[in-house]
C-alpha cells in the first residue's frame, strides 16, 4: 500500500473530525472528534516518518498522544463537573467559560 493513502485516509479521519467539532454542541462528542483530529495529525506524523526514513514524526506523534491524554482527562473532569451540577451541557451555554 503506497504512503500516500494514508495521508488520504489521515485528510479524512480530519475532516470527519473538523465537522464533528463545528456542527455538535455536546462536549463530549466535542472531544471525541478533537481526539478524530489529533489521531489524524498523528498518522500524517507517523507517514511523513516513514517516507523519509526518520524517527522524529514518530517521536512527534508520542508526544501529541500525551498531550491528548492530558487533554481527555481535564475536559472529562469538567464535563462530569457540569454534570453534577446539573448544568445545562450544551457548548452554546458555555460561552461563559471564555472569560
Not at 4 to 21: E, H, N, R
Not at 49 to 55: A, E, I, P, T, Y
Not at 71 to 80: A, K, S, Y
Request: negative net charge; contains cysteine.
Amino acid at each position: 500500500m503506497s504512503l500516500d493513502w494514508y495521508l488520504v485516509v489521515s485528510a479524512m479521519i480530519f475532516c470527519i473530525g473538523a465537522a464533528g467539532v463545528i456542527t455538535r454542541r455536546n462536549p463530549l462528542v466535542v472531544l471525541l472528534c478533537l481526539e478524530l483530529m489529533l489521531n489524524a495529525g498523528n498518522l500524517a506524523l507517523i507517514t511523513f516518518s516513514r517516507m523519509w526514513g526518520n524517527g522524529d514524526g514518530q517521536v512527534f506523534a508520542i508526544i501529541v498522544m500525551v498531550v491528548a491524554a492530558c487533554e481527555v482527562t481535564v475536559g472529562l473532569g469538567v464535563i462530569v463537573a457540569m454534570y453534577r451540577r446539573r448544568l445545562a451541557i450544551d457548548v452554546d451555554d458555555l460561552r461563559e467559560l471564555h472569560g
